[in-house]
């Protein structure tokens, strides 16, 4: 199996050499990191990371009384 680094959603994979081919990512943009034991395992956690970060990120305005 091909062990090159590939990109998703500007997040860093790569498939490590520990038994069972674990995948590991970084997304250095949002401080995030992870492991999974699959690539499309990887790229749902990755989804669900920026969709975390986005909802952290945006800002909330008061209405108006």
């Known amino acids: 199996m091909d062990r090159s680094p590939t990109t998703y959603r500007g997040a ?3 498939l490590t050499d520990m038994p069972g081919g ?3 990512w970084t997304h250095d943009a949002t401080d995030g990191h992870g492991t999974a034991r699959s690539l499309s395992r990887a790229h749902t956690d990755i989804d ?4 975390r970060h986005a909802a ?9 009384a």
Not at 48 to 51: T, Y
Not at 56 to 64: A, D, F, G, N, R
């Open 12 to 14: 860093s994979l790569m």
């Open 48 to 51: 669900a990371h920026l969709a």
């Open 56 to 64: 952290h990120s945006q800002k909330v305005t008061p209405c108006p």
């Open 22 to 24: 674990v995948w590991t």
